[in-house]
């Protein structure tokens, strides 16, 4: 019998599930190293967010075949090591969306009725009565940063309460926020204006590391209360707690912190703020879903089936792949260009394949893109197994076009995403003996330019100057740039240039941009 090691602990439903056909050996709270000592002894691990999957565990784990993650976020998880060492990664989503955003309202209850306080004071001895008065939340205004599957339960429940609801997520269809009669908000500042409280359901990336600032913080509606559930990292904490201090926030509600366990944080000093550890995942219920789709999960994969919701492997033959991995990189490059230069509501995505990658299944290729557009602010950990799922939840679009007859490439894939006010094209192909993703066309100017790390896309109108212009204001915000590319239409009307840069440049440095140039259609796209 396959044995399977659970580090983390189970529910008894997906234990008896698993022990009707393996060995399993539950070992919570076991120490890395002795991990490490016994890993090779395994088929399957079950962990949750405790144990860490590190890659000297996973090389160590010679006849491991699924990691399972009882729970949405894999952060704990090597999944580049697993993936190289063909282990699959499986983990369990949406099954802590409705204790998460059952959550998130009783901590926008606690805030605003001073619950904790109040309880404190009580217990204490004391009775308070005036000094704990709180507000209502009917007629006030939920701002919803993030509209996935949390965010779209927070909505519906709040709206039971009697409050208004706008929501901002721009890759979500229109048809998503008018199901349950919910005002849309094209900007992030348009939901700032209005919303008396915000709550928070995206994923932490590049994107959203530090999101939340004082900058934003200073363009929010005075007074509003802040509310975090989704992950920590994405408020900064010192400039919430100024905020509050100051008056700007009213205050705060977080269940998660830039580092956890959190035992410090300038937070905790605050009356202002509801503080819980981590707790949006913790019920019965919840555990034992996850644990359960878990066990299904790790199961299939010891069976030999595919897994419904694998991380890291789509279902593919080693053949297909072999034809069409030269495309990855470039899929995920134009997916991230795109996620950057894209502006306001995104309702349909279509991928067009042309020449020789036409004759084969492109739906990988197809997933990949989505899923570098998607996850910047779906709250769902987003992969290219799910990631159609996430889309027709949401309600996008999707259509690929396909042709075996090469237009001037022997390959070209295009990228082309439609809003209620705005479009985007994006064409690309891979060139050499090492398969270089290259960008051929952004909006429809031709532009033959290299992907980098660090990138900058300016329109302008092209008259003389400019070229000079834009070089003299990046040397005097001391930015090396590496490589640039101009592509227009005609003589005389707009152009499009892209910059390849050595360092990031920082919102403060685009502003000092904008001063210098007088050019205001700027943006930074980092890979």
């Known amino acids: 019998m396959k044995k399977i090691i659970v580090t983390d602990g189970i529910s008894e439903n997906a234990k008896q599930l698993l022990e009707n056909k393996y060995v399993v050996d539950l070992k919570k709270g076991i120490s890395p190293e002795e991990l490490k000592k016994i890993i090779k002894n395994y088929n399957a691990i079950i962990i949750r967010s405790a144990t860490k999957i590190t890659e000297d565990i996973i090389e160590a784990a010679d006849n491991l075949e699924v990691i399972g993650r009882a729970g949405v976020g894999v952060d704990n998880v090597d999944v580049k090591a697993a993936t190289k060492k063909g282990i699959v990664v499986v983990n369990a989503p949406g099954s802590n969306s409705v204790s998460v955003a059952e959550h998130t309202i009783g901590l926008m209850l606690a805030i605003a009725r001073k619950i904790p306080e109040a309880d404190f004071s009580t217990k204490s001895g004391k009775w308070e009565k005036s000094k704990f008065k709180g507000m209502e939340i009917e007629g006030k205004t ?8 949390i965010g779209y339960l927070v909505a519906k429940k709040a709206i039971g309460l009697g409050m208004k609801v706008i929501a901002y997520d721009p890759f979500t269809a229109q048809e998503r926020f008018s199901s349950i009669g919910i005002e849309r908000a094209e900007k992030l500042e348009d939901l700032y204006k209005v919303a008396d409280f915000i709550t928070i359901h995206l994923p932490k990336n590049k994107d959203t590391i530090g999101m ?8 929010m509606k005075r007074g509003v209360v802040i509310i975090n559930a989704a992950r920590g990292g994405i408020i900064v904490e010192k400039d919430l707690a100024e905020a509050i201090k100051e008056g700007i926030v009213g205050g705060a509600a977080l269940d998660v912190f830039e580092t956890e ?8 000093e605050l009356d202002k703020v509801v503080c819980t550890p981590h707790l949006g995942a913790s019920t019965d219920e919840a555990q034992d879903r996850a644990g359960v ?17 694998a991380v890291n492997f789509p279902s593919a033959s080693p053949e297909l792949m072999e034809a069409i991995s030269p495309f990855f990189e470039l899929c995920e490059n134009m997916g991230a260009l795109f996620s950057g230069l894209f ?25 990949m893109i989505l899923v570098k557009i998607l996850s910047k602010y779906s709250s769902e950990n987003v992969n290219v197994v799910n990631v159609g799922l996430i889309a027709d939840e949401n309600g996008l679009k999707i259509k690929e076009t396909k042709s075996s007859q090469p237009r001037d490439y022997i390959n070209l894939i295009t990228l082309n995403g439609k809003g209620k006010d705005s479009e985007l094209s994006i064409s690309g192909t891979v060139t050499g003996i090492k398969n270089q993703p290259r960008f051929i066309s952004i909006d429809k100017f031709a532009i033959d330019m290299v992907p980098s790390k660090y990138m900058v896309f300016i329109r302008y109108e092209d008259v003389p100057g400019q070229i000079g212009k834009i070089g003299t204001a990046f040397g005097k915000l001391n930015v090396n740039i590496a490589a640039m590319h101009v592509g227009r239409k005609k003589i005389g009307g707009d152009a499009v240039m892209g910059l390849n840069i050595d360092t990031p440049l920082t919102p ?3 502003e000092e941009f904008k001063k210098l140039t007088g050019l205001k259609n700027i943006k930074v796209v980092n890979l």
């Open 142 to 149: 939920l701002g919803i940063v993030g509209f996935g599957k």
């Open 212 to 219: 939340f600032n004082k900058e934003e913080f200073k363009k």
């Open 261 to 268: 366990p959190c035992s410090n944080s300038p937070l905790f």
């Open 293 to 309: 789709m878990i066990a299904e999960q790790v199961d299939a994969v010891l069976s030999g089936k595919p897994a419904t919701f």
């Open 343 to 367: 502006e306001g509501s995104l309702e349909s995505i279509e991928v067009g394949y042309y020449g020789k990658i036409a004759d084969n299944d492109t739906k990988i290729l197809t997933n």
């Open 508 to 510: 403060e440095m685009v």
